[in-house]
């Protein structure tokens, strides 16, 4: 039997695609091997070891050159291997990916990885934009043997739809949309529950990993119906324009979400400040929507995740914003305003803006000179020092003036320190107020831990402010 080896970089959430994918190798006749890898070289050698007929890998923007050089390697060592490359890179950038593998898969790849092990496709671009296929169940056994701490984490994730309705200027929609907006039929989405329930008994949470959850109302009726038979909590992602409870349909959708199961959402606020959101990010909202949206589901029970960018591009024609480390400060006073009156969130994530060459965002980072690169320098994660160059401060209708090299690198420090503590300094009373403190220092444990005491202590409960 050919053998495949499906494999994708390391990280904390499962692998679905990959799962999906393994199943139809195992229909074509084909035995599936799945691998997460740090490093390529590990994968390379893993490679060696396994000695497959083919080999898949799911491609992201920042790790692309690795995934490259990998499969440049692993043709040389293996000349007869079939080489694939798929993902979100591979996807908007099939014409790069095609000069380092024989096929180069755009969006769904159920169709098209059955196309390629069946040899009724010659090596190329295979983009089915058209092709409707519900996924097959994943085989969670296969990866969970051997990614043992997957197996036995308490949550597993599950995808109920593909796509995203919205366009945001940093994400690929706002480039093509590849991936249509498709919801699954709730009986596929329900056997799945039920094979990964098998799999896996000792779950205690679901985590859908779709963009925007339970859009469609009756979709959403059918699903509380059937999923709360499980008796088992879900976690979703979605956007605040969907729960704000405004409209007498977002209320119902929040009812029938808590009806299902729901304990948690996860809400991106991305800047508190609303002309950047609305100029620079396409996210039309205002801060009372995540006032009045966090205070109804507050009353309603759920724990609340929000997401946010730091450094972020500032306004750069006619929008007056704040720059540098005070917008992103500011970010961080709205979490904790939103906590002192919402009581959510229950916490806040934050990561490093990266500008992915080819959105609507990459292309205002170039014309107004945030960022002029061809992200051949773009970080493996969104968790890396910013690549961006940032203005003093804003100066008018253009920019006049930039940070210099020793400002620019104290900024990016200072980011990195306020990424790392985001989320506990969320939770804080006046959490902004120790944080400008706590970026002026190295932002150790110890730096913080001291800082804390005198915060809590000297700030918030004698309130000394010297």
């Known amino acids: 039997m050919p053998k495949i080896l499906l494999a994708a970089h390391e990280s904390t959430v499962e692998p679905l695609g990959l799962m999906y994918l393994a199943t139809v190798a195992r229909q074509e006749g084909w035995e599936p091997v799945i691998r997460m890898f740090s490093f390529p070289d590990d994968l390379y050698w893993e490679c060696r070891r396994i000695d497959p007929d083919a080999v898949g890998l799911t491609s992201y923007t920042g790790g692309h050159a690795d995934d490259y050089d990998l499969l440049g390697l692993i043709k040389e060592a293996e000349k007869d291997i079939i080489t694939i490359l798929g993902g979100p890179h591979a996807s ?60 036995r984490s308490p949550i597993k994730s599950v995808i109920a739809s593909s796509g995203c309705p919205f366009a945001c200027t940093y ?48 979709w959403l009726r059918e699903f509380a119906d059937e999923f709360m038979q499980w008796d088992i909590p879900f976690h979703a992602q979605t956007r605040f324009e969907m729960v704000h409870p405004n409209s007498k349909i977002n209320r119902e959708r929040i009812r029938l979400l808590r009806v299902a199961g729901c304990t948690g959402l996860t809400l991106a606020i991305e800047s508190a400040d609303g002309l950047i959101r609305e100029g620079v990010l396409n996210r039309k909202m205002n801060n009372e929507v995540f006032f009045t949206t966090l205070k109804y589901l507050s009353l309603n029970g759920f724990a609340v995740r929000t997401e946010q960018m730091l450094g972020l591009p500032c306004g750069a024609t006619n929008l007056w ?46 014309e107004h000179g945030f960022y002029t690169g061809d992200n051949s ?90």
Request: hydrophobic share 40%.
């Open 92 to 151: 908007y950038f099939p014409a790069d990916c095609l000069e380092h593998a024989d096929y180069v898969v755009v969006g769904n790849g159920i169709r098209p990885l059955r196309d390629i092990l069946s040899a009724s496709v010659k090596p190329g671009i295979l983009h089915y934009p058209d092709a409707d296929d519900d996924l097959p169940l994943p085989d969670r056994l296969l990866f969970y043997a051997s990614h043992e701490e997957h197996g």
């Open 171 to 218: 994400c690929y929609n706002s480039m093509k949309k590849v991936f249509p907006n498709r919801q699954r039929p709730v009986a596929a989405v329900i056997a799945e529950v039920a094979d990964l329930l098998k799999a896996s008994p000792d779950t205690e949470m679901i985590y859908f990993q779709d963009d925007v959850f339970g859009a469609g109302l009756e």
């Open 321 to 366: 914003t704040e720059t540098g480390i005070d917008a992103d400060l500011k970010t961080l006073q709205l979490n904790v305003e939103l906590r002192e009156r919402t009581r959510l969130p229950t916490m806040a994530w934050a990561s490093v803006f990266v500008p992915y060459k080819g959105t609507k965002i990459w292309e205002y980072c170039d």
């Open 377 to 466: 320098d773009a970080p493996a994660t969104f968790f890396e020092e910013s690549r961006l160059r940032f203005p003093k401060e804003w100066t008018g209708p253009r920019i006049m003036e930039w940070m210099d090299d020793d400002e620019l690198a104290e900024y990016r420090r200072q980011m990195l320190v306020l990424r790392d503590w985001f989320s506990t300094l969320a939770l804080i009373p006046n959490g902004d107020v120790l944080a400008r403190r706590l970026i002026e220092t190295d932002g150790g444990e110890d730096d913080f831990q001291r800082l804390l005491k005198t915060h809590l202590y000297d700030n918030e409960l004698y309130g000394v402010t010297k």
